[in-house]
Each structure stands twice: as structure tokens, then as C-alpha cells.
């Protein structure tokens, strides 16, 4: 596709409930990456894979936050049992190396009732 | 750890007036990248500028440029006769490549730009 593509846009859902954030990469990009970005912060790295593969899981916050990205291409960012501040603006972006500059999608906006 | 400091919250400008977003970063890393990007209201993040550590020119692409100072961890974007769609927040960002395993990109707190008329 053109850019990174993020889906929903909007998500609001109950505390308690599970999520699931789709991303889908510009095509042929072999690098993914999920940031978070909090109200007035800059974004805050979560995870990355190279294909399918993930490389680094050090910013997830806790085991409640779970990603894959099963053939290389779209991946998927999963919260469990969501809680009121796992509200933010989740951001994916793709590169097309690992050294390449990284190009964010429209983020999906989650609010946690 | 990687740190980026953008110490100016808030920047309002006339149009037409030079303008320059101050970015300090700290590193443990010999190699690494500083990046700035831009967030206008409608919220998208867009990749301006990447530069590697070991290239100090300065660069200017159109109305932007950037000084990258190793000796002050410095990396300052200009926006130049500014105008009313430069008005965003704007993110220094760095990566390197033993702390972040040349991915990881660590952002500031963005400089939020309003140029008025």
C-alpha cells in the first residue's frame, strides 16, 4: 500500500476487555515497529520484528500486551483485561531495512472506559 | 540509556519569521541516528530528516535546516520565513545502535509550533 495502514482508528471499549490493533505495513517493508504515545508525550517504543520474527519486546509494559506478526506482513497488537490507562494513541510504523527511517501510520486512538 | 531532551514546549511565531527548535540528546552510543519528525493537527507523524553521528554537515532542504553539533549532543532544526502549515509539534528522536540495537527510536517531548498571521 501507500503508507501504514492502522485499523480501527477509533477503539473504545470497557475495562476489562481484550483488544486487538491491526497493522499493515507499506508493502515489501521488512521492519515493523508498535509505539504507544500518551497525550502530550512523544511516542514510547513498545516492540519490533524483522518478518516475522520479534526481535526486541523490552517496552511492552507488562504480559497483558502481547504482539505477532505471523507471515511477515500485517501484524497485530493484542491487551488483555484492558485497563483505564492503557488509553493512549498506538502507533505502528514500518521501515524497509532495520536501518531505514521508520514511516508511522494514523495511529489508533484507545480509550478504555 | 538514550535521553532527548526538546526543552521548548510551546513556540508561537509570526509568519514569515525564522524559527528554531532546539533538540539535546544523550548517548552511550559511538553510532547512532537523530531524526526529526513532524505531527500537524491531523495527527499523523511524518519523517523529515535522519542523520547519522559520524556525518556533521549541516543540511537544508527547502525552508528547513538542521545543525548537528557533536561537541553540545545538539541537533537544532530551523524553519525558515515560516509559514501558517509549518504550525505542528515536532519530535526529535534518536536510535542507536548498542542501546537500541539500531531500531528503537527514543523521542522528546515534542516543540509545539504556532505560526499566526
Known amino acids: 500500500g501507500a503508507g501504514v495502514s492502522q485499523s480501527p482508528r477509533y477503539k473504545v471499549t470497557k475495562r476489562g476487555q481484550d483488544v486487538a490493533l491491526r497493522c499493515d505495513p507499506i508493502s515489501g517493508h521488512v521492519s515493523l515497529y508498535w509505539y504507544r504515545q500518551a497525550l502530550g508525550q512523544g511516542p514510547e517504543f513498545l516492540t519490533y520484528f524483522n518478518y516475522e520474527a520479534q526481535q526486541d519486546k523490552s517496552g511492552l509494559p507488562n504480559d497483558r500486551f502481547s504482539a505477532e506478526r505471523p507471515e511477515g506482513s500485517i501484524s497485530t497488537l493484542t491487551i488483555q483485561r484492558t485497563e483505564q490507562r492503557d488509553s493512549a494513541m498506538y502507533r505502528c510504523?514500518?521501515?524497509?531495512?532495520?536501518?531505514?527511517?521508520?514511516?508511522f501510520g494514523d495511529g489508533t486512538r484507545l480509550s478504555i472506559l | 540509556a538514550q535521553k532527548v531532551t526538546q526543552a521548548q514546549t510551546e513556540i508561537s511565531v509570526v509568519e514569515k519569521e525564522d524559527v528554531t527548535l532546539d533538540c539535546v540528546y544523550e548517548t552511550r552510543d559511538t553510532t547512532y541516528y537523530l531524526f526529526w519528525y513532524k505531527q500537524p493537527p491531523s495527527g499523523e507523524l511524518v519523517f523529515l530528516i535522519r542523520r547519522n553521528s559520524f556525518d556533521e554537515q549541516n543540511e537544508i532542504s527547502g525552508r528547513y535546516s538542521w545543525n548537528f553539533q557533536k561537541s553540545t549532543s545538539s541537533f537544532n532544526f530551523t524553519i525558515t520565513a515560516s509559514q501558517v502549515v509549518d504550525s505542528a509539534v515536532y519530535f526529535c528522536a534518536l536510535s542507536g545502535f548498542l542501546t537500541g540495537g539500531g531500531n528503537k527510536l527514543t523521542f522528546g517531548t515534542g516543540t509545539q509550533l504556532k505560526v499566526e498571521l
Open positions: 510504523a514500518s521501515s524497509s531495512q532495520s536501518n531505514q527511517p521508520q514511516h
